[in-house]
């Protein structure tokens, strides 16, 4: 069977539900796919601490000792001919809200839209603010125009960028879902779960440690998503209800104040070297990207609006330190690998010395 053919018979397999009462997701029905990688267990946890009857669509591959005691479907969604999605179509089940965080092919985000199509309230995408077309201005709303996109379908083995892939699956979305789909657009997720190492709390640990730290001295602001805000304010958008884009993040904070409350909840004694980003890059030393403008300046008072509440700096602190000790009880991961925009001891105090000499 042709895969179009198979999704539009399969999503007439179920009517839609109604939401459970808008004063708790107590007993709502909520479909993850994937949910057991990076983002995946924050929104799980959240999601089963409200009460919410969860199952998981995914292959069963990526810590499958996750959740042993909710419903789990198998799948592959980029199998071809949507042959991975059978077992989905053939539960019949029907949820209230459906929750996807593919980062691949638009193809199986387009293909699991057509299959839930007359199956669920609302469609809810994790996106990203890579989606924006361009950076170059102060304050990026949800009405800014997105990247441009090749013409014809994205094949399920995509050649594009991952900001691409996102725009061609918000747009898709837009187009199968108009009235049913919310995109979460995510400014570098930041919680207990991260493990690889490009994703090691850099900041929060060198503080931790005490000694020597440099950073820019003229990058003024900085800004992250919190996942378990983010979980938090996709639980009530399915419950209230809401549809189109946010920008889920931290409102900008200045840097030097980013830095100053890692310092002050560590109770360290950090030395801090805040040296201009002209000297670092002249020296191969790239800890932050400054530009463009809108970098870590996203405007996010339409979810704030909305009902995003973000936790403190201080609780994500505290889960970010939290998951570093859990993988290394030692403290002994080493910063300055290939691909983590850190930088190792040696190669700081190089850094200091050659400033100190600079400045005479």
Request: proline share 6%; hydrophobic share 35%.
């Amino acid at each position: 069977m042709k895969r179009r053919a198979f999704l539009a018979a399969s999503s007439a397999l179920g009517l839609t539900t109604g939401l459970a009462a808008l004063g708790g997701i107590q007993g709502t029905r909520v479909l993850v796919l994937g949910g057991t990688g990076f983002f995946g267990p924050v929104l799980v946890r959240e999601l089963l601490r409200n009460g919410a009857n969860v199952t998981l669509f995914n292959r069963g591959q990526t810590n499958p000792h996750l959740f042993p005691q909710i419903e789990k479907i198998r799948g592959d969604r980029e199998l071809p001919d949507a042959r991975g999605l059978v077992a989905l179509a053939e539960s019949r089940a029907r949820w209230d809200w459906v929750v996807d965080t593919w980062q691949g092919s638009s193809a199986c985000v387009a293909d699991t839209a057509r299959l839930l199509h007359g199956r669920v309230e609302q469609y809810q995408y994790v996106s990203t603010v890579s989606v924006y077309d361009k950076w170059d201005r102060i304050g990026i709303q949800e009405s800014e125009p997105l990247n441009p996109v090749p013409p014809g379908p994205e094949p399920l083995v995509s050649p594009h960028r991952y900001a691409l892939r996102k725009t061609l699956s918000e747009q898709l979305l837009g187009e199968l879902l108009p009235e049913r789909s919310v995109f979460f657009r995510s400014h570098g997720m930041r919680g207990y779960p991260n493990s690889a190492p490009k994703h090691e709390p850099y900041w929060q640990v060198k503080i931790m440690r005490g000694g020597d730290l440099v950073l820019p001295a003229d990058i003024e602001y900085y800004q992250v998503t919190d996942m378990v805000s983010l979980a938090r304010f996709m639980i009530h958008c399915g419950r209230t209800q809401q549809t189109g884009p946010f920008n889920v993040c931290y409102p900008p904070i200045r840097l030097r104040r980013f830095i100053e409350g890692i310092v002050r909840d560590t109770r360290s004694g950090v030395r801090l070297h805040w040296i201009p980003q002209e000297f670092l890059l002249a020296h191969q030393v790239r800890l932050l990207r400054g530009t463009p403008a809108g970098r870590y300046r996203f405007d996010v008072s339409k979810a704030l609006a909305a009902g995003l509440e973000n936790r403190s700096l201080s609780e994500l602190l505290a889960d970010q330190l939290q998951g570093y000790r859990d993988r290394h009880p030692g403290d002994d991961f080493r910063f300055g690998g290939e691909g983590t925009s850190t930088i190792s001891s040696q190669r700081e105090q190089e850094i200091i010395r050659l400033w100190r000499e600079r400045r005479g």
